[in-house]
């Protein structure tokens, strides 16, 4: 029995391994793809911009018509790099879909769940609200907004290639919160983000369903976002946890 013992407790620790190994390799491709994503946005701005720049000098000139050529390859590129971005974000989800299955079923005495027939909805949830969440990839922290025009837009956690994050975390420096020269990590966060730009278009209120849970603490989005947004306007949060409406702070 012991012997058994030892080679039931051996068979599991090398199947554990395995699920490490793979997990390993797997989060090594998630952050792979998405430096590739963030290339690829990269690569898009900057060829929009090129086109720009192109079609305005080009404008009026006897080589106008030949520029044409240029400018369809120009749009030809940041075209295809939002396709690409497409494709890649699709196989991220197929890859957190994978590790979840496989992690799933690495677990002792994992039992495959029965299908559901419905989908659970917390107390007090509103359908759209369920419905915007389920759309959001779940490799990386997202948002769905929708302004009061009907308006709507997915956001993501992280930099952003135009330098957002950098002009709100400047903002926030401006206002005494954090030192000269930090760095606030929240000010690439969805929230803040979403905030950020009703403060700038001057939108009265909006609502913003997250996948992952509102973060809190000092120089959290719940602590920011006050300052973040403009005096009067007002941001309801749907978390999976809770719904929070955040009010703008007259920090003038």
């Given at each position: 029995?012991?012997?058994?013992?030892?080679?039931?407790?051996?068979?599991?620790?090398?199947?554990?391994?395995?699920?490490?190994?793979?997990?390993?390799?797997?989060?090594?491709?998630?952050?792979?793809?998405?430096?590739?994503?963030?290339?690829?946005?990269?690569?898009?701005?900057?060829?929009?911009?090129?086109?720009?720049?192109?079609?305005?000098?080009?404008?009026?000139?006897?080589?106008?018509?030949?520029?044409?050529?240029?400018?369809?390859?120009?749009?030809?590129?940041?075209?295809?790099?939002?396709?690409?971005?497409?494709?890649?974000?699709?196989?991220?989800?197929?890859?957190?879909?994978?590790?979840?299955?496989?992690?799933?079923?690495?677990?002792?005495?994992?039992?495959?769940?029965?299908?559901?027939?419905?989908?659970?909805?917390?107390?007090?949830?509103?359908?759209?609200?369920?419905r915007s969440r389920a759309q959001l990839p779940a490799y990386q922290t997202s948002g769905m907004y929708q302004d009061p025009d009907g308006h709507s837009d997915v956001v993501q956690s992280g930099r952003e290639p135009d330098g957002e994050h950098d002009r709100i975390n400047d903002h926030l420096v401006r206002l005494g919160i954090g030192r000269?020269?930090?760095?606030?990590?929240?000010?690439?966060?969805?929230?803040?983000?979403?905030?950020?730009?009703?403060?700038?278009?001057?939108?009265?209120?909006?609502?913003?369903?997250?996948?992952?849970?509102?973060?809190?603490?000092?120089?959290?989005?719940?602590?920011?976002?006050?300052?973040?947004?403009?005096?009067?306007?007002?941001?309801?949060?749907?978390?999976?946890?809770?719904?929070?409406?955040?009010?703008?702070?007259?920090?003038?």
């Amino acid at each position: 029995m012991r012997v058994c013992s030892r080679a039931r407790r051996s068979a599991a620790s090398e199947d554990l391994t395995t699920f490490a190994d793979v997990a390993a390799v797997l989060d090594q491709v998630v952050r792979k793809v998405e430096d590739s994503i963030a290339s690829l946005m990269q690569a898009s701005v900057l060829a929009g911009e090129c086109r720009s720049h192109f079609a305005e000098t080009m404008c009026g000139t006897a080589e106008e018509a030949e520029a044409d050529a240029a400018v369809a390859s120009f749009d030809a590129v940041s075209d295809g790099a939002q396709a690409l971005i497409s494709e890649a974000k699709t196989a991220l989800e197929g890859v957190a879909r994978v590790r979840a299955s496989f992690e799933s079923v690495g677990k002792p005495g994992h039992t495959a769940p029965a299908p559901s027939t419905a989908e659970p909805m917390s107390p007090g949830e509103q359908p759209w609200v369920m419905r915007s969440r389920a759309q959001l990839p779940a490799y990386q922290t997202s948002g769905m907004y929708q302004d009061p025009d009907g308006h709507s837009d997915v956001v993501q956690s992280g930099r952003e290639p135009d330098g957002e994050h950098d002009r709100i975390n400047d903002h926030l420096v401006r206002l005494g919160i954090g030192r000269p020269g930090a760095s606030l990590e929240a000010s690439k966060h969805v929230e803040v983000k979403v905030g950020w730009r009703m403060r700038l278009t001057g939108v009265s209120h909006a609502e913003l369903v997250v996948n992952n849970e509102l973060c809190n603490g000092a120089l959290s989005c719940a602590q920011l976002l006050p300052f973040v947004l403009g005096p009067g306007q007002t941001l309801t949060v749907h978390d999976p946890v809770r719904s929070r409406v955040f009010r703008g702070k007259d920090v003038r």
